[in-house]
């Protein structure tokens, strides 16, 4: 089987972590993934949504969205349309979903933590490449808390992951760039833990349906990804051990 | 195990499809699943988007809303704060998704069909309830089209229905009400076809995370619920036979 | 004369008013008028707008929206054009001010009641027929609050009902149908108390004008469809009297 | 009785009708009525909406608005609540309904005339200010069209105005002032012809309801009041005969 | 040279100042400059904004807008596209820049004026008319609150005017009229105070770029209708000295 | 003298032009100006606004915007507001009419090409950053067209850059960081030709009002800047050179 770009099925593209490429966030993180390219920065803000006021928890949300050239032709801006995207809708409650499973919102105390996800770049896999990298700012946000004493431990009990899989040409693989995405039979998103446990897994069969094998064979191959992005992630993070 | 209601774990709560309860729509549909209501109307319209312009294919869609007091409180309206609630958003892209795995849009020919999803009452499972009920409506409207010689055949060539399934206190359970959705560790949604395959599956950890074990405990689940929505969907639909 | 459909000028289309066709708002009330279906739903909340806070005072409002199909053709959402119906807007505007004549905001106390109508099925007369159903879920919320101890006595000082009438072919005639509506030479609708007074009286001459003959005919058929809907209101109430 | 302001229970503010007071419109009246001024403008434009395209026939619209400073307190903009005035709405529905019962839309042509009611300082009757000016800035615009050879003759066959009229502590006047319109039992607008008949009649009980009784003597007012009106109107348009 | 109107290169065109156009205003101003008519009003709020919550401080902005037919052609009001115009962004920002530039703000006290710039006719020089007029209105409006005790003396230190200047055919002008302003190859805007000082200068290459020399000989006529627009302003507020 | 940070009054921060930060635009630049980093983005697209259609003549725009966390404290998004901010507004006005001035839309031709300054970081000086580094991605995405055959040759005649000055503490300075710009009694943007003739000038006095001598002093030292800053444009597009 040769892949587009030559790589095997369970073969990641190049993932570089490249942290404060931008300097105010708390956690600023640049997640270059093959060629998607995307800036997460995690915002702390002393305040909580009106469902957490004076609970004594935080809360964690996230943001996406993709500069109008982050892709092949450009798209208009959401605020010329009045409308936030809704593709952009279902994937920023995605990446919070995903990020707040990681999350003890007691210990966090009663503040926000904004992961706002902006796509320089577009080349499949933004909303996975948002987890992971999103992951790595809320966790440097964490860790800057701690620092200033704010919070006496870090509020994060786990790492967390995501990658797409799919099926292209019958064949399940992992990583799917653009020109593989558009090309796929079933397109998976699989959200993971460190300890090998599922967060979310979002599978669709775009021009068809898909089977319980390939459902299982989908979901190895996500897990060996999530192995890899977990050892990227914590590197970058300077072998930060969460419990 | 006592469930909520005193239903067993794999037990859905009583479905009954209404057909015509409104009198316009090409295909309309009340579904009552459980204390769950939702107007399913299927309308064609002659007309594609942009990008299937001049393509001779069809396109299918979903819009789906809750009234404002189809919930134990009332909700502000969408059009009073200006802006699509963001689940209706990521709901009614699951419903377009799910209808259109049925759909082979060139025998549906340069036309659309939307189906609207507004939900009067709600008590759990809204949107598998929405892609239930809104795929007879849509059938409806296929064999409308039919009927009037617009189309040859039957442009759907399987049934699509959807369940929630969840793990509730360490328990895998089928169509999850409002308050077993509220207090459960990993909330699941099945879409599936007659043959048994899935359209798409979207499982969260609420609370927490899912192993692989309940995964496929869960997905079990929603076959078994599956084959019984399709018996009741067919027989709404006059033992209507798709290939 | 043969009307459209066969009645008389001054004979209403079959009415019936189904109550707690959804079960969570404190009235409710699914009208049936001829084809026209609406939903009206009273939700009562502890709290009053801006220019009655600490008056003492209650307040009652209404908002009223149709379905996609609830017509022939389907109309888009207002959501979709980010702007509230004007139609929509003047219909409210009449329901709420219709509805508020029959209260005492002193006897109510500093809390609102929001009237939701939203039209199911559109066949003529949905402004009247929301008035007319509205007021009943209106007083089955005050009742819930006298129920509930939370106010002392009704605060509801007489019944509300509404009607079209209008000039069609020269013939003036009571409750059109969407057929006649569209071919009326004068419209008006008519508001008015149990005891034969009006609330609020709006005439339109659609292609021409009318003179003060006709608008007396017309008055004439709304005091008389007045009589008889009280009746229906009141029996769904259980006999309920208000003074 | 002593009016607010001294003047008799039929007895209408001063009114002067300003012709051009801004140089561009087809069409351009100030109309002064007590302390309520409105710039009136009429706009010819050679197009018609979608359901008018190809009918031969043109249209007649209107927009109403009150500068932000025209009242005693200061009101935001519509554009910075991103939503039109819902009073706005329901009073440029009316003016548009009313100025239309005018005009003959075969003999104008498929083409458009707006006629835009801008309140420059409001003391209660803006609405009906805006039709009885509104109708003359329509008029001037038609003449325009007549005089440069675009259509043959006036499109107009009779003269529109308006007045309100109301019960204030039980009596019945002529052109409520603002300190007579909110203290009033009964608020009415009486849209009428120079041949005595009605366009529309809008009457709210405010505070309460109204008699049959009542509303025959509002309306006598009304029909005095548009007698005076059409003379001034005749005087502005230089005795111009409509029929 | 002749000019377009016949005037010479440094003649201003007629200025009205007309003081209490309306009446509700604590400052009300049109001011009529040649073709361009422009109601100012100042509307005094006892509040801030949220930045100068509790500094003792007060603050003034300046909103503008043209009515839709205050040009050539009518264009379509902001509220129903949606979007504050751009240019009126820009406008109005420039406004209240201008304006603040007089005002002290901790004499002022805690309170906010707003002052509403509404073209009524255009014909070049809106935005200069908009800053002459508006600070009219705005100094009546300070006065008031001195007469009422509010304040103990005038905020205002300095006179503010402004005044559109540009190069047309290669000669330099002073208060470019809407043809003229068409046609320049360089158009400024130049706001002074009475001291002969800068506030703002925005110089633009229409159609090209503009030297050094052609600045200075701009900023010569700036300051000579600078001088004569203050005597004006003066005049209109009785002589009202300020320092 | 000792500025915030070292520098002397007419020495520009450090100014790096990064092509092809990202890979789908025509044009692409990365530009760093001390901290400040905008991206910019050029689209070329095959048609062109309706005031230009047929004309044979292209069209260039601009958009600006800050990503929520590109300052200190984050902004909440445009979309989120449903308002485009107004500095950005104001800020994108400007960039487009300082490109314009660089153009032939004849040579053009019928096409547009829009520029979007995405601020990743902001320090000061973002919207002349946009301008200089805008211009570059212009020029690249022309001269794509040129190579490409779409048009015969550059249809730019200039280069155009842009720098900040400005007063602090009574010293002009050039190229004001975040902390000099908050602190400016004048803040000025020169936009200036490699001609050394001006573009635009906007010069605010932000806490007071400036003088002519302290205009031309900044004036002077815009000059400087903007040679340097056309040696940086020119090497990063390999020494083009334009007439």
Redesign the interface.
């Known amino acids: 089987m040769n892949r587009f770009d030559g790589r095997k099925t369970d073969e990641l593209r190049p993932v570089k972590i490249i942290k404060d490429?931008?300097?105010?966030?708390e956690g600023?993180v640049l997640i270059e993934w093959g060629?998607t390219?995307v800036?997460c920065?995690a915002?702390v803000?002393e305040s909580v949504p009106p469902f957490k006021k004076g609970s004594g928890e935080g809360w964690v949300t996230a943001?996406y969205?993709m500069?109008?050239?982050?892709?092949?032709?450009?798209n208009k801006?959401?605020?010329?349309k009045?409308?936030?995207n809704?593709?952009s809708?279902?994937i920023q409650?995605l990446i919070g979903?995903a990020l707040r499973?990681a999350v003890d919102f007691t210990e966090l105390g009663e503040r926000s933590i904004?992961v706002?996800c902006?796509v320089?770049?577009a080349d499949g896999g933004t909303r996975t490449a948002s987890i992971t990298g999103g992951f790595v700012a809320l966790a440097m946000a964490c860790r800057k808390l701690v620092a200033e004493g704010l919070i006496e431990k870090m509020p994060l009990h786990?790492y967390i992951s995501a990658v797409s899989v799919g099926v292209v040409d019958g064949v399940a693989m992992a990583d799917l760039c653009y020109e593989e995405d558009s090309a796929a039979e079933v397109d998976m998103n699989i959200i993971m833990?460190d300890?090998g446990?599922?967060?979310?897994?979002?599978?669709?069969?775009e021009h068809?349906?898909?089977?319980?094998e390939q459902?299982l064979e989908l979901?190895a191959l996500g897990r060996k990804a999530a192995g890899e992005l977990k050892q990227l992630q914590q590197a970058a993070l300077d072998g930060l051990e969460l419990s």
């Open positions: 490429f931008t300097r105010y966030a600023s060629n390219k800036l920065n915002s803000e943001e969205s500069l109008p050239r982050a892709t092949a032709t450009r801006r959401d605020i010329n009045l409308k936030l809704q593709r809708t279902e409650r979903r499973a904004t706002d902006d320089l770049q786990r833990t300890e446990n599922f967060v979310e897994v979002q599978g669709t069969g068809g349906t898909f089977t319980q459902l979901l």
